[in-house]
């Protein structure tokens, strides 16, 4: 069985090598309580310096198809990742995240739901603050800035920890999950060190 140690290892050695790497306000992440990370989504490259670079083991909830074959299966496993089937009501999938986030670990999310090019606008999806507000844990937003190219330069922000403690009691309404839904994705795009994508309504 591959190691999560190993995977990174190897990760970081390839990111070394391909990208000048910068990660900023990585003290940003709870160090031993469970939590939400909320990344930009550009590039599958996204997922690896992400993960290569966290100082905690990442889960993420990653599409159904990458766990198709024997081998892809065991290396996305081993990164801590979990299926989702994309487009549906993944029960299996909101529960596997639930236990996590209870047991203390980190659950990594793509808010815009898919890769997003620059100047493309996506609805942003709910289910992170879904989750958020069910297990009652931080969610801690993260742009990935930088062009995914030969030794360019690769900035990793983290922001500051957003809390949904006025939901410990009751759920929020669709309305509610749908404002704080979009205020968090726009408060990941502020993190971005890209002027561009900083300023993007």
């Known amino acids: ?24 306000g990585r003290e940003n992440l ?17 997922a690896v310096v992400l993960g290569a670079t966290a100082p905690r083991p990442l889960g993420f909830m990653a599409k ?3 766990f198709k074959y024997k081998i892809s299966a ?8 979990f299926p989702v089937q994309r487009g549906k009501g993944d029960i299996s999938a909101i529960k596997a995240a639930l236990s996590r986030l209870r047991n203390n670990e980190i659950v990594a999310m793509f808010p815009e ?3 997003v090019r620059k100047g493309q606008k996506v609805e942003p999806k709910q289910g992170a603050v879904v989750l958020a507000t069910r297990a ?3 969610i801690v937003p993260i742009n990935i800035s930088g ?5 360019s330069k690769i900035t990793v922000t983290y922001g500051e920890p957003i809390y949904y403690t006025q939901f410990a009691d009751e759920k929020p309404t669709v309305e509610q999950l749908h404002s704080m839904s979009i205020d968090l994705m726009n408060t990941i795009m502020s993190l971005s060190v890209d002027k561009e994508e900083k300023n993007r309504e």
């Not at 999560?4 to 090598?17: D, H």
């Not at 065991?74 to 990742?81: D, P, R």
């Not at 062009?147 to 030794?151: D, E, G, S, V």
């Open 64 to 66: 159904a198809e990458l």
């Open 136 to 138: 009652q844990v931080p």
């Open 74 to 81: 065991a290396f996305f496993k081993a990164l801590g990742s």
């Open 1 to 24: 069985m591959i190691s999560f140690k190993i995977i990174r290892a190897v990760m970081r050695a390839l990111l070394f090598f391909v990208f000048r790497l910068e990660v900023r």
């Open 30 to 46: 709870p160090k031993d309580t469970g939590a939400i990370v909320a990344i930009n989504h550009r590039s599958n490259w996204d």
């Open 113 to 115: 739901g898919t890769r």
């Open 147 to 151: 062009k995914y190219k030969w030794m």
